[in-house]
Protein backbone atom coordinates (compact mmCIF):
# COMPACT_ATOMS: atom_id res chain seq x y z
CA UNK A 1 0.00 0.00 0.00
CA UNK A 2 1.38 3.57 -1.03
CA UNK A 3 1.82 5.75 1.98
CA UNK A 4 -0.59 8.40 0.76
CA UNK A 5 -3.09 5.75 0.18
CA UNK A 6 -3.07 4.45 3.63
CA UNK A 7 -3.07 7.91 4.84
CA UNK A 8 -5.63 9.09 3.05
CA UNK A 9 -7.94 6.36 4.43
CA UNK A 10 -6.56 6.44 7.84
CA UNK A 11 -7.60 10.74 7.75
CA UNK A 12 -11.51 9.77 6.22
CA UNK A 13 -11.82 6.86 9.22
CA UNK A 14 -10.54 9.75 11.64
CA UNK A 15 -13.31 12.36 10.42
CA UNK A 16 -15.52 10.01 10.46
CA UNK A 17 -15.21 8.94 14.22
CA UNK A 18 -14.69 12.55 15.06
CA UNK A 19 -18.27 13.62 13.67
CA UNK A 20 -20.10 10.22 14.68
CA UNK A 21 -19.92 10.45 18.40
CA UNK A 22 -21.27 14.20 18.82
CA UNK A 23 -23.77 12.96 16.28
CA UNK A 24 -24.37 10.01 18.17
CA UNK A 25 -25.04 11.83 21.32
CA UNK A 26 -27.74 14.20 19.50
CA UNK A 27 -29.51 11.71 17.77
CA UNK A 28 -29.63 10.13 21.40
CA UNK A 29 -31.07 13.34 22.88
CA UNK A 30 -33.85 13.87 20.37
CA UNK A 31 -35.40 10.45 19.89
CA UNK A 32 -35.21 10.35 24.27
CA UNK A 33 -37.29 13.53 24.03
CA UNK A 34 -34.76 15.51 25.42
CA UNK A 35 -33.24 19.00 25.06
CA UNK A 36 -31.70 19.22 21.96
CA UNK A 37 -30.10 21.82 19.73
CA UNK A 38 -33.33 22.44 17.25
CA UNK A 39 -36.45 22.54 20.05
CA UNK A 40 -36.84 26.37 19.21
CA UNK A 41 -37.15 26.02 15.36
CA UNK A 42 -38.40 22.56 14.96
CA UNK A 43 -40.66 22.23 18.19
CA UNK A 44 -43.35 24.48 15.96
CA UNK A 45 -42.85 23.09 13.17
CA UNK A 46 -43.67 19.73 13.88
CA UNK A 47 -46.54 20.70 16.09
CA UNK A 48 -47.97 21.79 12.80
CA UNK A 49 -46.97 18.54 11.21
CA UNK A 50 -49.02 16.46 14.04
CA UNK A 51 -51.85 18.84 13.99
CA UNK A 52 -52.36 18.38 9.81
CA UNK A 53 -52.21 14.66 9.91
CA UNK A 54 -54.20 14.10 12.61
CA UNK A 55 -51.72 12.58 15.20
CA UNK A 56 -51.00 12.79 18.97
CA UNK A 57 -47.66 12.63 19.53
CA UNK A 58 -48.19 11.75 23.24
CA UNK A 59 -49.86 8.54 21.96
CA UNK A 60 -47.50 5.51 22.27
CA UNK A 61 -47.93 2.18 19.37
CA UNK A 62 -47.52 -1.87 19.97
CA UNK A 63 -45.30 -3.13 17.38
CA UNK A 64 -48.42 -4.55 14.91
CA UNK A 65 -49.67 -1.14 15.33
CA UNK A 66 -46.34 0.82 14.46
CA UNK A 67 -45.96 -1.67 11.95
CA UNK A 68 -49.24 -1.18 9.89
CA UNK A 69 -48.50 2.70 9.89
CA UNK A 70 -45.13 2.09 8.64
CA UNK A 71 -46.58 -0.29 5.74
CA UNK A 72 -49.11 2.06 4.96
CA UNK A 73 -46.66 5.09 4.60
CA UNK A 74 -45.05 3.74 2.50
CA UNK A 75 -47.58 2.56 0.42
CA UNK A 76 -48.91 5.43 0.13
CA UNK A 77 -45.64 7.56 -0.53
CA UNK A 78 -45.05 4.52 -3.67
CA UNK A 79 -48.73 4.99 -5.11
CA UNK A 80 -47.62 8.74 -5.44
CA UNK A 81 -44.25 8.57 -7.08
CA UNK A 82 -45.67 5.68 -9.56
CA UNK A 83 -48.06 8.26 -10.97
CA UNK A 84 -45.91 10.99 -10.87
CA UNK A 85 -43.71 8.99 -13.86
CA UNK A 86 -46.41 7.34 -15.58
CA UNK A 87 -47.88 11.22 -15.78
CA UNK A 88 -44.84 13.39 -15.96
CA UNK A 89 -45.49 13.94 -19.75
CA UNK A 90 -48.61 16.04 -18.60
CA UNK A 91 -46.41 17.70 -15.48
CA UNK A 92 -44.72 20.72 -14.93
CA UNK A 93 -40.95 21.02 -14.69
CA UNK A 94 -40.31 18.78 -17.48
CA UNK A 95 -38.44 21.02 -20.44
CA UNK A 96 -36.77 18.11 -22.21
CA UNK A 97 -40.51 17.15 -22.48
CA UNK A 98 -39.87 13.58 -21.69
CA UNK A 99 -42.83 10.91 -21.78
CA UNK A 100 -44.03 8.87 -18.88
CA UNK A 101 -42.38 5.78 -18.23
CA UNK A 102 -43.63 2.36 -18.88
CA UNK A 103 -45.45 0.69 -16.10
CA UNK A 104 -42.88 -2.18 -14.98
CA UNK A 105 -40.02 0.66 -15.05
CA UNK A 106 -42.33 3.04 -13.03
CA UNK A 107 -42.92 0.23 -10.50
CA UNK A 108 -39.52 -0.60 -10.32
CA UNK A 109 -38.49 2.59 -9.61
CA UNK A 110 -41.19 3.24 -7.29
CA UNK A 111 -40.52 0.42 -5.06
CA UNK A 112 -36.82 0.86 -5.77
CA UNK A 113 -37.35 4.55 -3.74
CA UNK A 114 -39.57 3.45 -1.78
CA UNK A 115 -37.45 0.94 -0.03
CA UNK A 116 -34.48 3.35 0.19
CA UNK A 117 -32.35 1.06 -2.76
CA UNK A 118 -32.29 3.59 -5.45
CA UNK A 119 -32.10 0.61 -8.19
CA UNK A 120 -32.05 2.25 -11.16
CA UNK A 121 -32.99 0.32 -14.52
CA UNK A 122 -32.94 3.35 -16.49
CA UNK A 123 -30.62 6.89 -17.52
CA UNK A 124 -31.82 9.67 -14.86
CA UNK A 125 -30.83 12.46 -17.44
CA UNK A 126 -32.75 10.99 -20.30
CA UNK A 127 -35.76 9.60 -18.13
CA UNK A 128 -37.48 11.76 -15.80
CA UNK A 129 -38.21 15.27 -15.59
CA UNK A 130 -38.08 18.14 -12.86
CA UNK A 131 -41.14 17.24 -10.79
CA UNK A 132 -40.28 13.55 -10.97
CA UNK A 133 -36.72 13.97 -9.55
CA UNK A 134 -37.99 16.56 -6.78
CA UNK A 135 -41.36 15.91 -5.62
CA UNK A 136 -40.75 11.51 -6.10
CA UNK A 137 -37.15 10.88 -6.11
CA UNK A 138 -35.83 13.32 -3.73
CA UNK A 139 -38.98 13.52 -1.42
CA UNK A 140 -38.52 9.31 -1.07
CA UNK A 141 -35.18 9.43 -0.22
CA UNK A 142 -36.41 11.77 2.72
CA UNK A 143 -38.64 9.21 3.66
CA UNK A 144 -37.48 6.15 3.07
CA UNK A 145 -34.26 7.19 5.26
CA UNK A 146 -36.12 8.47 7.85
CA UNK A 147 -38.45 5.21 7.73
CA UNK A 148 -34.81 2.87 8.74
CA UNK A 149 -34.32 5.33 11.59
CA UNK A 150 -37.45 5.17 13.04
CA UNK A 151 -37.38 1.43 13.07
CA UNK A 152 -34.18 0.91 14.75
CA UNK A 153 -35.38 3.46 17.41
CA UNK A 154 -38.55 1.49 17.52
CA UNK A 155 -35.72 -1.48 18.14
CA UNK A 156 -33.58 0.04 20.62
CA UNK A 157 -36.91 0.95 22.95
CA UNK A 158 -38.20 -2.60 22.54
CA UNK A 159 -34.37 -3.69 24.04
CA UNK A 160 -34.45 -1.32 26.56
CA UNK A 161 -37.58 -0.76 28.40
CA UNK A 162 -39.15 -2.78 31.14
CA UNK A 163 -42.38 -4.25 30.89
CA UNK A 164 -43.81 -2.14 28.26
CA UNK A 165 -46.11 -2.41 25.96
CA UNK A 166 -45.21 0.16 23.13
CA UNK A 167 -41.65 0.94 20.96
CA UNK A 168 -43.25 4.47 20.67
CA UNK A 169 -44.66 6.53 17.68
CA UNK A 170 -44.26 5.76 14.27
CA UNK A 171 -44.94 9.45 13.08
CA UNK A 172 -43.50 10.96 15.93
CA UNK A 173 -40.10 8.75 14.77
CA UNK A 174 -40.63 10.06 10.99
CA UNK A 175 -40.76 13.17 11.75
CA UNK A 176 -38.32 13.80 13.86
CA UNK A 177 -35.68 11.49 11.87
CA UNK A 178 -36.39 14.32 9.00
CA UNK A 179 -36.72 17.24 10.67
CA UNK A 180 -33.50 17.48 13.38
CA UNK A 181 -31.88 15.01 11.45
CA UNK A 182 -31.82 14.83 7.77
CA UNK A 183 -33.03 18.31 6.77
CA UNK A 184 -30.41 20.31 8.44
CA UNK A 185 -27.80 18.67 7.61
CA UNK A 186 -28.51 18.26 4.03
CA UNK A 187 -29.41 21.97 3.85
CA UNK A 188 -25.55 22.81 4.67
CA UNK A 189 -24.25 20.02 2.82
CA UNK A 190 -26.03 21.21 -0.57
CA UNK A 191 -24.49 24.33 -0.36
CA UNK A 192 -21.11 22.93 0.49
CA UNK A 193 -21.55 21.16 -3.00
CA UNK A 194 -23.00 23.71 -4.52
CA UNK A 195 -19.80 26.08 -3.94
CA UNK A 196 -17.50 23.19 -5.22
CA UNK A 197 -19.60 22.98 -8.64
CA UNK A 198 -22.10 20.69 -8.39
CA UNK A 199 -25.07 22.32 -10.15
CA UNK A 200 -28.33 23.14 -9.19
CA UNK A 201 -30.61 24.97 -11.35
CA UNK A 202 -34.03 24.33 -13.35
CA UNK A 203 -32.65 25.17 -16.71
CA UNK A 204 -33.50 23.30 -19.71
CA UNK A 205 -30.16 21.18 -21.12
CA UNK A 206 -27.78 23.22 -22.70
CA UNK A 207 -26.09 22.92 -26.32
CA UNK A 208 -22.69 23.51 -26.32
CA UNK A 209 -19.63 23.46 -28.80
CA UNK A 210 -17.31 21.26 -27.99
CA UNK A 211 -13.24 21.67 -29.12
CA UNK A 212 -13.16 19.94 -31.65
CA UNK A 213 -15.86 21.72 -33.20
CA UNK A 214 -18.45 19.55 -32.34
CA UNK A 215 -22.10 19.96 -30.30
CA UNK A 216 -22.97 18.54 -26.96
CA UNK A 217 -25.74 18.23 -25.08
CA UNK A 218 -25.47 19.16 -21.53
CA UNK A 219 -28.24 17.98 -19.05
CA UNK A 220 -28.85 20.55 -16.37
CA UNK A 221 -31.35 20.03 -13.12
CA UNK A 222 -31.28 20.62 -9.15
CA UNK A 223 -28.80 18.09 -8.75
CA UNK A 224 -27.69 19.40 -5.18
CA UNK A 225 -30.07 18.61 -3.51
CA UNK A 226 -30.78 15.45 -4.53
CA UNK A 227 -27.34 14.12 -4.21
CA UNK A 228 -27.16 15.50 -0.61
CA UNK A 229 -29.88 12.96 0.79
CA UNK A 230 -28.92 10.41 -2.01
CA UNK A 231 -25.64 10.40 0.41
CA UNK A 232 -26.75 11.29 3.79
CA UNK A 233 -29.90 8.98 3.76
CA UNK A 234 -27.50 6.55 1.89
CA UNK A 235 -29.70 5.73 -1.10
CA UNK A 236 -27.91 5.91 -3.78
CA UNK A 237 -29.26 6.83 -6.80
CA UNK A 238 -28.07 9.28 -9.48
CA UNK A 239 -29.41 12.44 -11.37
CA UNK A 240 -26.85 11.31 -13.62
CA UNK A 241 -26.56 7.60 -15.44
CA UNK A 242 -22.85 7.89 -14.33
CA UNK A 243 -24.10 8.94 -10.64
CA UNK A 244 -21.54 10.27 -8.90
CA UNK A 245 -18.50 9.49 -11.64
CA UNK A 246 -20.28 12.36 -13.25
CA UNK A 247 -18.51 15.61 -12.29
CA UNK A 248 -21.68 17.60 -12.04
CA UNK A 249 -22.52 15.17 -8.70
CA UNK A 250 -18.66 14.87 -7.58
CA UNK A 251 -16.19 17.21 -9.15
CA UNK A 252 -13.50 17.11 -7.36
CA UNK A 253 -11.49 15.32 -4.48
CA UNK A 254 -13.07 18.01 -1.96
CA UNK A 255 -16.68 16.34 -2.96
CA UNK A 256 -15.45 12.85 -2.92
CA UNK A 257 -14.31 13.09 0.20
CA UNK A 258 -17.38 14.99 1.58
CA UNK A 259 -19.84 12.34 -0.15
CA UNK A 260 -18.07 9.76 1.16
CA UNK A 261 -18.24 10.76 5.05
CA UNK A 262 -22.14 11.86 4.51
CA UNK A 263 -22.39 8.10 2.93
CA UNK A 264 -20.81 6.90 6.44
CA UNK A 265 -21.88 9.03 9.38
CA UNK A 266 -25.34 8.52 10.31
CA UNK A 267 -24.88 4.47 9.97
CA UNK A 268 -21.46 5.24 12.07
CA UNK A 269 -23.81 7.40 14.49
CA UNK A 270 -25.87 5.32 15.40
CA UNK A 271 -24.46 2.46 17.58
CA UNK A 272 -22.67 5.26 19.56
CA UNK A 273 -26.72 6.57 20.05
CA UNK A 274 -27.38 2.79 20.46
CA UNK A 275 -25.14 3.42 23.59
CA UNK A 276 -26.60 6.46 25.19
CA UNK A 277 -30.19 5.17 24.68
CA UNK A 278 -29.26 1.58 26.64
CA UNK A 279 -27.69 4.00 29.59
CA UNK A 280 -24.73 1.94 28.37
CA UNK A 281 -22.18 3.68 26.06
CA UNK A 282 -20.29 0.63 26.09
CA UNK A 283 -22.58 -1.27 24.46
CA UNK A 284 -22.74 0.99 21.48
CA UNK A 285 -18.63 0.72 21.49
CA UNK A 286 -18.74 -3.03 20.72
CA UNK A 287 -21.26 -2.96 17.94
CA UNK A 288 -19.25 -0.29 16.41
CA UNK A 289 -15.83 -2.09 16.83
CA UNK A 290 -17.31 -4.73 15.07
CA UNK A 291 -18.72 -2.92 12.29
CA UNK A 292 -15.09 -1.31 11.76
CA UNK A 293 -13.00 -4.62 11.83
CA UNK A 294 -15.20 -5.80 8.95
CA UNK A 295 -14.78 -2.71 7.19
CA UNK A 296 -10.79 -2.31 7.50
CA UNK A 297 -10.69 -5.51 6.27
CA UNK A 298 -12.65 -5.52 3.36
CA UNK A 299 -11.12 -2.77 2.46
CA UNK A 300 -7.74 -3.79 2.69
CA UNK A 301 -8.94 -6.78 0.08
CA UNK A 302 -10.23 -4.43 -1.99
CA UNK A 303 -7.49 -2.44 -2.37
CA UNK A 304 -4.50 -4.62 -2.74
CA UNK A 305 -6.60 -6.45 -4.96
CA UNK A 306 -7.58 -3.53 -7.30
CA UNK A 307 -3.97 -1.64 -6.97
CA UNK A 308 -2.50 -5.43 -7.94
CA UNK A 309 -4.89 -4.99 -11.32
CA UNK A 310 -4.75 -7.85 -13.36
CA UNK A 311 -1.39 -9.74 -13.15
CA UNK A 312 -1.63 -10.66 -16.95
CA UNK A 313 -1.58 -6.88 -17.78
CA UNK A 314 1.02 -5.92 -15.23
CA UNK A 315 3.40 -9.10 -17.04
CA UNK A 316 3.39 -6.71 -20.02
CA UNK A 317 4.65 -3.15 -18.26
CA UNK A 318 0.97 -1.69 -18.48
CA UNK A 319 -0.12 -1.83 -14.67
CA UNK A 320 -1.52 1.78 -14.03
CA UNK A 321 -4.04 1.22 -17.02
CA UNK A 322 -4.71 -2.48 -15.43
CA UNK A 323 -5.32 -0.91 -12.02
CA UNK A 324 -7.12 2.07 -13.59
CA UNK A 325 -9.71 0.19 -16.10
CA UNK A 326 -13.51 1.40 -15.09
CA UNK A 327 -11.58 4.62 -12.83
CA UNK A 328 -12.25 8.01 -13.03
CA UNK A 329 -8.41 9.76 -13.40
CA UNK A 330 -9.17 12.50 -10.63
CA UNK A 331 -9.77 9.70 -7.95
CA UNK A 332 -7.57 7.27 -8.71
CA UNK A 333 -7.34 3.38 -7.34
CA UNK A 334 -7.18 4.14 -3.58
CA UNK A 335 -10.53 6.32 -3.45
CA UNK A 336 -12.84 4.57 -5.89
CA UNK A 337 -11.64 1.12 -3.66
CA UNK A 338 -12.53 3.26 -0.89
CA UNK A 339 -15.93 4.71 -1.78
CA UNK A 340 -16.95 1.19 -3.45
CA UNK A 341 -16.36 -0.44 -0.03
CA UNK A 342 -17.91 2.47 1.71
CA UNK A 343 -21.22 2.41 -0.85
CA UNK A 344 -21.57 -1.49 -0.06
CA UNK A 345 -21.04 -1.74 3.37
CA UNK A 346 -23.83 1.17 3.74
CA UNK A 347 -26.70 0.38 1.63
CA UNK A 348 -26.06 3.28 -0.47
CA UNK A 349 -25.52 2.50 -4.10
CA UNK A 350 -23.80 5.64 -5.15
CA UNK A 351 -20.57 4.89 -7.13
CA UNK A 352 -17.80 7.23 -8.37
CA UNK A 353 -16.62 3.69 -10.50
CA UNK A 354 -17.27 1.15 -12.14
CA UNK A 355 -17.85 -2.09 -10.18
CA UNK A 356 -18.35 -4.15 -13.32
CA UNK A 357 -14.66 -3.16 -14.27
CA UNK A 358 -13.32 -4.14 -11.18
CA UNK A 359 -10.69 -7.52 -10.45
CA UNK A 360 -12.81 -10.11 -9.74
CA UNK A 361 -12.06 -10.24 -5.89
CA UNK A 362 -12.00 -6.21 -6.20
CA UNK A 363 -15.39 -6.86 -7.49
CA UNK A 364 -16.26 -9.63 -4.78
CA UNK A 365 -15.53 -7.61 -1.91
CA UNK A 366 -18.62 -5.29 -2.75
CA UNK A 367 -20.52 -7.87 -3.71
CA UNK A 368 -20.15 -9.94 -0.38
CA UNK A 369 -20.80 -6.51 1.67
CA UNK A 370 -24.30 -6.67 0.31
CA UNK A 371 -24.83 -9.75 0.66
CA UNK A 372 -23.73 -9.88 4.67
CA UNK A 373 -27.09 -7.42 4.74
CA UNK A 374 -24.73 -4.56 4.36
CA UNK A 375 -24.63 -4.22 8.54
CA UNK A 376 -20.73 -2.91 8.72
CA UNK A 377 -22.40 0.33 9.32
CA UNK A 378 -25.44 -0.49 6.82
CA UNK A 379 -27.91 1.60 5.98
CA UNK A 380 -29.66 4.42 8.30
CA UNK A 381 -31.12 2.87 10.73
CA UNK A 382 -31.17 -0.38 8.77
CA UNK A 383 -27.13 -1.37 9.07
CA UNK A 384 -27.53 -1.15 13.54
CA UNK A 385 -31.04 -3.27 13.51
CA UNK A 386 -29.15 -5.48 10.96
CA UNK A 387 -26.51 -5.93 13.22
CA UNK A 388 -28.46 -6.37 15.87
CA UNK A 389 -30.04 -9.58 14.67
CA UNK A 390 -26.48 -10.72 14.98
CA UNK A 391 -26.04 -9.70 18.08
CA UNK A 392 -28.87 -11.91 19.05
CA UNK A 393 -27.77 -14.66 17.37
CA UNK A 394 -23.98 -14.37 18.81
CA UNK A 395 -25.84 -13.89 22.29
CA UNK A 396 -27.95 -17.29 21.73
CA UNK A 397 -25.14 -19.43 20.72
CA UNK A 398 -22.86 -18.33 23.76
CA UNK A 399 -25.60 -19.43 25.90
CA UNK A 400 -25.44 -22.94 24.17
CA UNK A 401 -22.16 -23.09 24.68
CA UNK A 402 -22.15 -21.92 27.99
CA UNK A 403 -25.42 -23.86 28.74
CA UNK A 404 -27.04 -20.82 30.45
CA UNK A 405 -30.36 -18.95 29.49
CA UNK A 406 -29.23 -16.42 26.51
CA UNK A 407 -29.81 -12.82 28.02
CA UNK A 408 -28.66 -9.21 26.17
CA UNK A 409 -29.22 -5.78 27.86
CA UNK A 410 -31.00 -8.18 31.08
CA UNK A 411 -33.56 -9.80 29.19
CA UNK A 412 -33.77 -13.43 28.07
CA UNK A 413 -33.48 -14.35 24.51
CA UNK A 414 -35.90 -16.74 24.02
CA UNK A 415 -38.03 -18.53 21.25
CA UNK A 416 -39.64 -16.16 20.00
CA UNK A 417 -36.91 -13.88 19.53
CA UNK A 418 -34.76 -16.51 17.42
CA UNK A 419 -37.63 -17.09 15.22
CA UNK A 420 -37.79 -13.69 14.18
CA UNK A 421 -34.06 -13.11 13.82
CA UNK A 422 -33.96 -16.29 11.94
CA UNK A 423 -36.56 -14.84 9.37
CA UNK A 424 -34.79 -11.72 9.00
CA UNK A 425 -31.15 -13.95 8.03
CA UNK A 426 -33.21 -16.28 5.89
CA UNK A 427 -35.41 -14.23 3.75
CA UNK A 428 -32.70 -11.99 2.26
CA UNK A 429 -30.60 -15.06 1.42
CA UNK A 430 -33.79 -17.25 0.15
CA UNK A 431 -34.72 -13.74 -2.14
CA UNK A 432 -30.83 -13.68 -3.36
CA UNK A 433 -29.80 -17.37 -4.32
CA UNK A 434 -33.08 -18.20 -5.34
CA UNK A 435 -33.74 -15.54 -7.62
CA UNK A 436 -30.63 -15.47 -9.25
CA UNK A 437 -31.05 -19.30 -10.00
CA UNK A 438 -34.28 -18.41 -11.49
CA UNK A 439 -32.93 -15.82 -13.73
CA UNK A 440 -29.78 -17.79 -14.21
CA UNK A 441 -31.98 -20.95 -15.33
CA UNK A 442 -34.26 -19.30 -18.03
CA UNK A 443 -33.39 -17.39 -21.20
CA UNK A 444 -35.72 -13.90 -20.12
CA UNK A 445 -32.64 -13.44 -17.16
CA UNK A 446 -29.54 -15.19 -19.08
CA UNK A 447 -30.05 -12.74 -22.52
CA UNK A 448 -29.95 -9.78 -20.56
CA UNK A 449 -25.97 -10.63 -19.39
CA UNK A 450 -23.03 -9.39 -21.54
CA UNK A 451 -20.28 -12.02 -20.47
CA UNK A 452 -20.92 -14.89 -20.46
CA UNK A 453 -19.05 -17.63 -18.12
CA UNK A 454 -18.66 -16.98 -14.23
CA UNK A 455 -18.48 -12.79 -14.86
CA UNK A 456 -22.07 -13.46 -15.73
CA UNK A 457 -23.17 -15.47 -12.73
CA UNK A 458 -21.56 -12.08 -11.08
CA UNK A 459 -23.87 -9.93 -12.67
CA UNK A 460 -26.88 -12.08 -11.55
CA UNK A 461 -25.73 -12.39 -8.31
CA UNK A 462 -24.92 -8.69 -7.62
CA UNK A 463 -28.17 -7.74 -9.27
CA UNK A 464 -30.21 -9.92 -6.61
CA UNK A 465 -27.99 -8.65 -4.02
CA UNK A 466 -28.28 -5.33 -4.91
CA UNK A 467 -31.98 -5.26 -4.76
CA UNK A 468 -32.24 -7.56 -1.81
CA UNK A 469 -29.59 -5.53 -0.05
CA UNK A 470 -31.63 -2.78 -0.90
CA UNK A 471 -28.40 -0.80 -2.12
CA UNK A 472 -28.78 0.12 -5.98
CA UNK A 473 -25.04 0.08 -7.24
CA UNK A 474 -25.00 -2.68 -9.84
CA UNK A 475 -22.60 -4.90 -12.40
CA UNK A 476 -23.07 -2.80 -15.18
CA UNK A 477 -22.63 -5.41 -18.01
CA UNK A 478 -26.16 -6.77 -17.00
CA UNK A 479 -28.86 -5.32 -19.14
CA UNK A 480 -31.87 -4.60 -16.22
CA UNK A 481 -34.33 -2.78 -17.92
CA UNK A 482 -36.70 -5.75 -19.58
CA UNK A 483 -39.68 -7.07 -18.07
CA UNK A 484 -38.42 -10.11 -16.24
CA UNK A 485 -35.75 -8.01 -14.35
CA UNK A 486 -38.17 -5.29 -13.07
CA UNK A 487 -40.89 -7.70 -11.63
CA UNK A 488 -38.06 -9.84 -10.57
CA UNK A 489 -36.34 -7.06 -8.75
CA UNK A 490 -38.98 -5.52 -7.44
CA UNK A 491 -39.78 -8.78 -5.65
CA UNK A 492 -36.09 -8.95 -4.10
CA UNK A 493 -36.58 -4.85 -3.46
CA UNK A 494 -39.96 -5.69 -1.25
CA UNK A 495 -38.18 -8.72 0.30
CA UNK A 496 -35.22 -7.31 1.43
CA UNK A 497 -37.11 -4.26 2.88
CA UNK A 498 -40.29 -5.38 4.36
CA UNK A 499 -38.91 -9.11 5.24
CA UNK A 500 -35.96 -7.75 7.87
CA UNK A 501 -38.45 -4.84 8.92
CA UNK A 502 -41.36 -6.49 10.43
CA UNK A 503 -39.22 -9.74 12.48
CA UNK A 504 -37.13 -6.47 13.47
CA UNK A 505 -40.57 -4.54 14.87
CA UNK A 506 -42.11 -8.35 16.40
CA UNK A 507 -38.35 -8.61 18.46
CA UNK A 508 -38.87 -4.74 19.03
CA UNK A 509 -42.06 -5.52 20.81
CA UNK A 510 -41.59 -8.59 22.44
CA UNK A 511 -38.40 -7.87 24.29
CA UNK A 512 -40.44 -4.60 25.17
CA UNK A 513 -42.45 -6.53 27.36
CA UNK A 514 -40.18 -8.16 29.25
CA UNK A 515 -37.97 -8.00 32.97
CA UNK A 516 -34.95 -7.26 33.37
CA UNK A 517 -33.06 -9.69 34.93
CA UNK A 518 -29.99 -8.67 36.90
CA UNK A 519 -26.42 -9.84 35.89
CA UNK A 520 -25.13 -12.45 37.34
CA UNK A 521 -21.43 -14.30 38.07
CA UNK A 522 -22.76 -16.22 34.31
CA UNK A 523 -23.81 -13.32 32.70
CA UNK A 524 -21.84 -13.19 29.78
CA UNK A 525 -20.29 -9.44 28.92
CA UNK A 526 -21.11 -7.74 25.77
CA UNK A 527 -19.46 -5.16 25.55
CA UNK A 528 -15.84 -6.55 25.53
CA UNK A 529 -13.07 -7.66 22.75
CA UNK A 530 -14.25 -11.31 23.07
CA UNK A 531 -17.56 -10.37 22.46
CA UNK A 532 -16.89 -8.07 19.63
CA UNK A 533 -14.48 -11.40 18.12
CA UNK A 534 -17.71 -13.65 18.04
CA UNK A 535 -20.08 -11.36 16.79
CA UNK A 536 -17.62 -10.66 13.91
CA UNK A 537 -16.93 -14.72 13.69
CA UNK A 538 -20.80 -14.81 13.26
CA UNK A 539 -21.20 -12.53 10.92
CA UNK A 540 -18.45 -13.89 8.65
CA UNK A 541 -19.77 -17.49 9.44
CA UNK A 542 -23.15 -17.05 8.50
CA UNK A 543 -22.25 -15.16 5.60
CA UNK A 544 -19.87 -18.11 4.29
CA UNK A 545 -21.66 -20.68 4.64
CA UNK A 546 -24.96 -19.07 3.12
CA UNK A 547 -22.94 -17.60 -0.10
CA UNK A 548 -19.74 -19.38 -0.50
CA UNK A 549 -21.10 -21.77 -3.48
CA UNK A 550 -22.65 -18.85 -5.20
CA UNK A 551 -19.30 -16.73 -4.32
CA UNK A 552 -17.22 -19.69 -5.78
CA UNK A 553 -19.11 -20.46 -9.14
CA UNK A 554 -18.72 -16.48 -9.52
CA UNK A 555 -16.01 -14.09 -8.53
CA UNK A 556 -13.14 -17.10 -7.04
CA UNK A 557 -13.56 -18.95 -10.50
CA UNK A 558 -12.87 -16.04 -12.16
CA UNK A 559 -9.96 -15.20 -10.58
CA UNK A 560 -7.99 -18.41 -11.13
CA UNK A 561 -9.05 -18.06 -14.68
CA UNK A 562 -7.82 -14.57 -14.61
CA UNK A 563 -4.40 -15.94 -12.93
CA UNK A 564 -4.28 -18.99 -15.25
CA UNK A 565 -4.54 -16.28 -18.10
Given at each position: ?????????????????????????????????????????????????????????????????????????????????????????????????????????????????????????????????????????????????????????????????????????????????????????????????????????????????????????????????QETIKMLGTNGGGFFNANSAHPFENP???????????????????????????????????????????????????????????????????????????????????????????TTAVSCGAVNSMHDSFTPLGGMIPLL??????????????????????????????????????????????????????????????????????????????????????????????????????????????NANTMFYNLMLSAALLAGRFGIMLPV?????????????????????????????????????????????????????????????
Amino acid sequence: MKTIDFMQMLIFLLVLVALAIPLGSYMARVFNGEKSLLDRIMNPLEKVIYRLGGVDAMEEMGWWQYAKALLLFNLFGLILLFLLQILQAWLPFNPQKFAGMKWDVALNTGISFMTNTNWQAYGGESTLGYLAQMAGLTVQNFLSAATGIAVVVALIRGLTRRSAKTIGNFWVDMTRSTTRILLPICFIFALVLVSQGVIQNLHPYQTVQTLEGGKQVLAMGPVASQETIKMLGTNGGGFFNANSAHPFENPNGITNFLEMLAILIIPTALPFAFGHMSGDKRQGRAIFAAMMLIFILALGVCYWSEASGNPQITALGTQGSSALEGKELRFGVSSSSLFATVTTAVSCGAVNSMHDSFTPLGGMIPLLLIMLGEIVFGGVGAGLYGMLVFVIITVFIIGLMVGRTPEYLGKKIESREMKMVTLAVLIPAASILLGSSVAAAFPAGTSSVLNPGPHGLSEILYAFSSCTGNNGSAFGGLNANTMFYNLMLSAALLAGRFGIMLPVLAVAGSMAGKKAVPAGPGTFSTTGGLFVGLLVATVLIVGALTYFPALALGPIVEHLIMLGG
